[in-house]
């Protein structure tokens, strides 16, 4: 619909950032008071380096997956927060981290450490939630597998980053 791709990919990064906005304030909204989150919003919207949300990069995006992730992981909507994962682990490796923070909700809901023994209930319902966590590291994968499919390398990524100096910092 739109013929430059500049600005339709400028376009989409900046929806995925205004979404991943909306998605941080409903986030914060849960824990704290409404003055809060729009502040929240306020502060990573004018964050000095804020611009690259609305960039042809990835950053809006694994935004908008981050916060969605955390969202369902805060409701214990746990499917969903495994996709959301998913799809931030594709978007950026540092998106495999949010299977950490979705275990250790389960385990902060279901404790399934107090009394272990005299509560098998607990841990098999937390044994079976922390499944859906392994949906995150599939987004990892699936990405390498990309990096393979179009460089015969899973990490080319590595070598791609050289051109804008970057590397394993």
Same mark, same amino acid.
């Given at each position: 619909?739109?013929?430059?791709?500049?600005?339709?990919?400028?376009?989409?990064?900046?929806?995925?950032?205004?979404? !991943?906005?909306?998605? *941080?304030?409903?986030?914060? &909204?849960?824990? +704290?008071? $409404?003055?809060?989150?729009?502040?929240?919003?306020?502060?990573?919207?004018?964050?000095?380096?804020?611009?690259?949300?609305?960039?042809?990069?990835?950053? !809006?995006?694994?935004? *908008?997956?981050?916060?969605? &992730?955390?969202? +369902?992981? $805060?409701?214990?909507?746990?499917?969903?927060?495994?996709?959301?994962?998913?799809?931030?682990?594709?978007?950026?490796?540092?998106?495999?981290?949010?299977?950490?923070?979705?275990?250790?909700?389960?385990?902060?809901?279901?404790?399934?450490? $107090?009394?272990?023994?005299?509560?098998?209930?607990?841990?098999?319902?937390?044994?079976?939630?922390?499944?859906?966590?392994?949906?995150?590291?599939?987004?990892?994968?699936?990405?390498?597998?990309?990096?393979?499919?179009?460089?015969?390398?899973?990490?080319?990524?590595?070598?791609?980053?050289?051109?804008?100096?970057?590397?394993?910092?």
């Amino acid at each position: 619909l739109i013929p430059s791709t500049a600005i339709s990919g400028m376009l989409v990064s900046s929806v995925c950032y205004a979404a !991943g906005g909306c998605m *941080l304030y409903k986030l914060i &909204c849960g824990e +704290y008071s $409404k003055k809060i989150a729009i502040r929240s919003v306020i502060y990573i919207s004018v964050f000095p380096f804020a611009f690259f949300f609305g960039g042809i990069i990835t950053e !809006g995006l694994f935004f *908008l997956t981050v916060t969605c &992730c955390l969202y +369902y992981i $805060k409701h214990h909507k746990w499917l969903r927060a495994g996709i959301w994962g998913a799809l931030a682990a594709l978007t950026r490796m540092q998106g495999v981290f949010l299977a950490i923070a979705m275990i250790a909700e389960i385990f902060e809901t279901y404790k399934p450490f $107090k009394n272990f023994m005299r509560n098998e209930k607990r841990v098999i319902a937390a044994l079976r939630r922390s499944l859906y966590s392994f949906l995150i590291p599939i987004g990892t994968t699936v990405y390498l597998a990309l990096n393979y499919w179009v460089d015969k390398n899973p990490f080319a990524f590595l070598e791609h980053q050289k051109h804008w100096h970057q590397g394993p910092m």
